[in-house]
């Protein structure tokens, strides 16, 4: 029985005290109340943007998203060689993937995947040619944005680049010698 009656009280009494502690004054359920954030939404964009840039938040936030698409270098002569794409899309400023996959199987399908300023992808794919395979037929000019490893037959490889902030059409080509006749596209910077 006194084994009953102390349960009883132990229970009445945890029932009392939180009672007690989850009531307040009526002062402090009022100002409770009144909280209000002190958080513009104008401004608060503004800051996320200045975190952003901070490299010591840049730890803590995720990394942004890259943007991914392949594309297929096809045919094993001349006449039939194709990217299987004849325009590409990014978003300007975002990070980039390209993966070229090179489906030919005869050795002179050799292919990359150059990106360049409007009006460009034909001077930079001969000057390519020019520099020849010590300079993978890329060469270092202005008009070359971003530019892939040869994929030889068979093989995948990977373009990871900063798409141009500025939106526009930018144009891509194989500069592999007398590809880029058929081989060539373009870049929608949106």
Known sequence: MLRKT???TSAASMIILAALVSCG?????NQTAEL????????????????????SVKAVLPAPTKEALMVYARGNTL???????????????SDAIITLVNE????????????????????VALAG???????????????????????????RVKLEFKVPDKKG?????CTYPEHYQKMHGMMLVE
């Open 129 to 155: 040619a020019k520099i020849g395979s010590p300079g993978n037929y890329i060469p270092k000019d202005s008009a070359v944005i971003a530019a892939s490893p040869l994929a030889l037959p068979g093989q």
């Open 169 to 173: 059409q930018y144009d891509f080509v």
């Open 6 to 8: 102390f349960k009883l």
């Open 79 to 93: 006449q039939d060689i194709s990217f299987d794409k004849d325009t590409i899309r990014f978003k300007a400023g």
């Open 36 to 55: 209000k954030p002190e958080v513009d939404s104008t401004s608060l964009a503004g800051t996320l943007k200045q975190l952003q840039q901070d490299d």
């Open 25 to 29: 004054s009526e002062k402090e359920i």
């Open 104 to 123: 030919g199987l005869d050795m002179p399908m050799i292919h990359n995947l150059v990106i360049t300023k409007k009006g460009m992808a034909k001077a």
